[in-house]
């Protein structure tokens, strides 16, 4: 079946250092590839997003770009601010089920210090 | 666009009582997803609605859960007989389907479920 694992947290990094959350997947069709953010309190929001292979989505100064040699998705941000600090979850949408319902990984917890 | 909401934020049971959660979706939008969260853990698809038709149901859901979507429009979910495993976020998403285009679900608070 559909999977995402992503790199365990909790991620605790000072403003403006430079962030990498991992994020690979196995999937049985050709899926499309997106973060989510949860900010304490509030819910899913999707942060961005990648439909096939070498697309870069970008959003907020975040980056990722859809690896399918390396079933990747690795979230970048170059200088993180403390309100960045979330829940990043990575997740798979497969296009051939009709559901395309979203498989996230476990998340992982930011926390940026000031 | 007034967002997802779902109704109650918070809900405390004991266990074996029924409890209902309701989801109402972006006005515009023909599908309806239910999804569980434990702590630490991503959400877990439950179920999805296309209209007021439920095409698909996860193994997590056991014959206890029901929901339904009448005229397409909210959604609740039913638990009945409800048990300390129920314990979770019940996330509501809704997304707009057309065509072949990618598709982005929008995700509700959700409804945290605290059984004792």
């Known amino acids: 079946g559909d999977s995402v694992t992503q790199m365990e947290g909790p991620v605790t990094l000072s403003e403006e250092a430079f962030l990498t959350i991992n994020c690979t997947y196995t999937?049985?069709?050709?899926?499309?590839l997106f973060w989510y953010v949860q900010y304490p309190g509030e819910g899913l929001q999707l942060l961005l997003k990648a439909t096939k292979a070498d697309d870069k989505g970008s959003n907020k100064g975040f980056e990722a770009t859809y690896r399918k040699e390396t079933t990747s998705f690795h979230l970048e941000k170059g200088s993180v601010q403390v309100s960045d600090s979330a829940v990043y979850f990575c997740?798979?949408?497969?296009?051939?089920?009709?559901?395309?319902?979203?498989?996230f990984g476990s998340g992982t917890q930011l926390t940026v210090l000031p | 666009d007034t967002g997802v909401s779902q109704n109650p934020r918070h809900k405390i049971t004991k266990r074996g009582q029924n409890v209902t959660f309701r989801c109402d979706p972006i006005s515009e939008h023909n599908r309806l997803y239910w999804y569980r969260q434990t702590l630490g853990q991503g959400p877990e698809f439950l179920t999805y609605f296309q209209n007021e038709a439920q095409l698909e149901k996860s193994r997590l859901l056991s014959d206890r859960f029901s929901a339904e979507r009448p005229k397409g429009s909210f959604s609740t979910l039913e638990i009945q007989r409800t048990e300390q495993g129920d314990s979770a976020m019940y996330l509501c998403?809704?997304?707009?389907?057309?065509?072949?285009?990618?598709?982005?679900?929008?995700f509700g608070p959700g409804t945290r479920l605290t059984v004792t």
């Open positions: 999937a049985t069709g050709y899926p499309s």
């Open positions: 998403a809704s997304s707009l389907v057309a065509g072949l285009g990618r598709h982005e679900q929008y």
């Open positions: 997740a798979l949408s497969v296009a051939s089920g009709s559901a395309r319902q979203l498989t």
